[in-house]
Every structure is written in structure tokens, then in C-alpha cells.
């Protein structure tokens, strides 16, 4: 059993930046390819990106290519989303999630869940 914790989400101006942390407890994250994915009221939830058990492949939607960078720390059993230009309809509640399989854009494709942080980018 893994639990995911996510931090770092909060209010920021449009071209700002945040840093989302996922902290892992239970098992170490070396085992697990992990992902992103954000959820607005009333929508789907959409796929951020994803990175591979090694950290060495990343891929990411067309809507923040460019823009936010993943990375993990197996070290500290952690893993990042770093988001910068940040713009209004990046505003969601980010949620990071664990997968014993290969690196994958569908949420059906993972484990375990964290319970989501919110971000909001103001206009």
C-alpha cells in the first residue's frame, strides 16, 4: 500500500509559479511510474504528465508542454510538478498518483491516489 500526499498548491497570479511536492509513505516509490492529472468542478479529469520509475521519461499534455516540468526524487520518496507561466485555466485540484506499470496518460492505469491539492491562478 502506497499513500500519496500532495503539497504546494495555493493562489497565484496568472505567469506566476508553483511547486507541487507528492510525498509518498508505505513503500518506496522506486517501484512506481508516477503521474499528474487536475480536475475542475463538473469536468473530467484531465492528465498533467507522467514520469517513468527512473525519472529518465517524462511525457506531458499538449496544454502544459513547455510549461510544467515533473521530477522525482526516489531519495526522498518524492515526486515534483513544477508549473510556471501559469494561466487561469491551469486553476484545478491537482492530484498525484502512483502506477506499478509503465508511464501512461490514463487515470485507470494507477494504483494509488493522493487526495489533491488545489491550485488557483488568478487573472
Known amino acids: 500500500q502506497v499513500q500519496l500526499v500532495e503539497s504546494g498548491g495555493g493562489l497565484v497570479q496568472a505567469g506566476g509559479s508553483l511547486r507541487l511536492s507528492c510525498a509518498a509513505s508505505?513503500?518506496?516509490?522506486?517501484?512506481?511510474?508516477m503521474g499528474w492529472f487536475r480536475q475542475t468542478p463538473g469536468q473530467a479529469r484531465e492528465f498533467v504528465g507522467t514520469?517513468?520509475?527512473?525519472?529518465?521519461?517524462?511525457v506531458y499534455a499538449d496544454s502544459v508542454k513547455g510549461r510544467f516540468t515533473i521530477s522525482r526524487d526516489n531519495a526522498k520518496n518524492t515526486a515534483y510538478l513544477q508549473m510556471n507561466s501559469l494561466k487561469p485555466e491551469d486553476t484545478a485540484v491537482y492530484y498525484c498518483?502512483?502506477?506499478?506499470?509503465?508511464?501512461?496518460?490514463?487515470?485507470?492505469?494507477?494504483?494509488?491516489w493522493g487526495q489533491g491539492t488545489q491550485v488557483t491562478v488568478s487573472s
Open positions: 514520469i517513468s520509475r527512473s525519472g529518465g521519461n517524462t
Open positions: 498518483a502512483a502506477s506499478r506499470r509503465v508511464i501512461s496518460n490514463r487515470g485507470q492505469e494507477y494504483d494509488y
Open positions: 508505505g513503500r518506496t516509490l522506486t517501484s512506481y511510474a
